[in-house]
DNA sequence: GTCAATATGGAATGTTCATTCCAGATACGG
DNA sequence: CCGTATCTGGAATGAACATTCCATATTGAC
């Protein structure tokens, strides 16, 4: 009789690592845990990096390391860190292969595969575009005036309000005061009724433009409330009654849009304005 | 006058090493001719051996490594050693390159310009990386079980909630039964206890995770319904109780994540559930 | 053929690294 | 509330490593 405590075998390759990981992740002490989540989210810091550098970045001790990768079977840190890196020398071939393969024969794949990667593609080139479009001036400027405002309102329905909910959202986190019009039930106008020259308006709209928004990014306009607005286009009625308006053209893939470039673009614009705004 | 022998740059990455080596392998003495010719045929060892052991494959001695990397201008073999891990990395994501552009001259630039750059370098990352960590087999059989359910519930709070907005929105304008869980009130869970088994659930959620979105996707799965989460760790509480789950980790700038790669895997998900419908 | 300049191999060196060890902290059971 | 077992942080240790140095070999010029 050798053990009576039970003894997984040591994993041999990446997945078997990782398999092992999902299975004990629940008996494993505070820092294991920690140490389990770091190795899973970030392989590729774990191939490179030194047992010391990596302790940094996940906020334990080397040692730590250590016993985690003693508890999994190896010798040391040394043994488990081999896994992490011949599974990038594996994935780079088998990436490029992979690439390969999607833009030879997109036919043979599954529908959902094609569909898939149109979709990667098309937030690709949406990102890139409106990297491009977008000048840093009148973001800029964008930026200090919604700062400086009091409480923002946030425009947009249908395809535009996931875009303006997670700034809502955000918002929040931040402490920056916003209201999101467009919600529900009849109260929008009424709400946009109480916004005075101190506050401020983001209206976001794409084609085909949702008359609503137009028309209340227009009245809030008309009383001097300034307007900024993010829309696909320079025929859209935003962009003529907006202070500083952006376009981002959304890369399509069989008609549908995603909001890949939106998304950052709010972001950006939301944290820019929570940041000043810190700053004084 | 300091010097009389023309001095070349130090190459700064993998491609300005290997021109700066096919131009001058004429020159080399025999040793160095053959690390040369080693490096380039076998970059990956370089990547992750010791000098020992790539000395051994090279059947040179170490002190000729350190000599070829001083040869091209490095401190020792361990400057020219970064340049082939740093080739790896960027195979998997190839924008790294212009991200650093971005990050070089970011300094001169408004900060607002700043964010807005490292959000759109942030996008470019979780496209990427979405595109290499989700398995188009996983993903058919995710669309497989959504397409021939009778509807799909889609629970998202907080954070996730947007991307499952615009799921609904899509739904809606492709005529797929959808209903949005999470939305107001506490009519969620009654809404929930009407889906039966030949329904289906998506749900999303993100570290920090919402509770409820845990709690909800547990309680339909134990019920038999099948369900498909995205989430952002293998440590998701979704995970566990998902029939297929997706994995998606937006890269962040400064602490804050735009979903750029969230919206476009939803969109992909969403009009290939249609699509599979549509055929049938 | 001889000398000088360069290249090479291999041992010596100093540094960095993974690992181990131990003392203190924390959680757990009685 | 106390004692035990496990976990954790940090310093100590020893091994592995890149690098340097020097003696020898090789090359090329005169």
């Known amino acids: 009789m050798s053990d009576t405590v039970e003894k997984p075998p040591v994993p041999q390759d990446f997945d078997a690592l990782r398999t092992a990981i999902l299975e004990r992740k629940g008996e494993l002490p505070k820092r294991l845990t920690q140490v389990a989540a770091y190795a899973l989210d970030h392989p590729d810091e774990i191939a490179f990096g030194t047992a010391a550098s990596i302790a940094i970045s996940a906020a334990v001790q080397p040692s730590t390391l250590v016993r985690f990768a003693q508890h999994f079977g190896f010798d040391g840190f040394s043994g488990l860190q081999l896994l992490f890196r011949a599974r990038l020398r594996e994935r780079t071939s088998s990436y490029e292969e992979r690439l390969r393969t999607l833009e030879q024969d997109g036919a043979a794949l599954a529908e959902s595969t094609t569909i898939f990667n149109g979709f990667v593609a098309a937030a690709h080139r949406s990102v890139d575009a409106i990297a491009a479009a977008v000048d840093p001036d009148a973001f800029e400027r964008a930026v200090t005036l919604l700062a400086k405002s009091d409480t923002i309102y946030l425009i947009a329905k249908r395809r535009s309000y996931p875009i303006s909910s997670y ?114």
Chains 1, 2 share one sequence.
């Open 167 to 280: 700034m809502a959202y955000a918002f929040g986190k931040l402490k920056v005061r916003c209201q999101l019009v467009g919600t529900s039930a009849g109260i929008d106008d009424d709400m946009l009724a109480m916004a005075t020259s101190k506050d401020a308006a983001f209206a976001i709209s794409f084609s085909p433009y949702a008359s609503e928004s137009a028309a209340q990014a227009r009245m809030m306009a008309s009383r001097g409330i300034p307007v900024v607005s993010l829309t696909d286009s320079a025929f859209s009625p935003l962009a003529e009654c907006s202070t500083e308006w952006f376009e981002v053209v959304e890369a399509d893939h069989a008609g549908f849009r995603s909001l890949s470039a939106s998304m950052a673009f709010a972001m950006a614009l939301t944290v820019s304005i929570a940041e000043k705004r810190r700053r004084g």
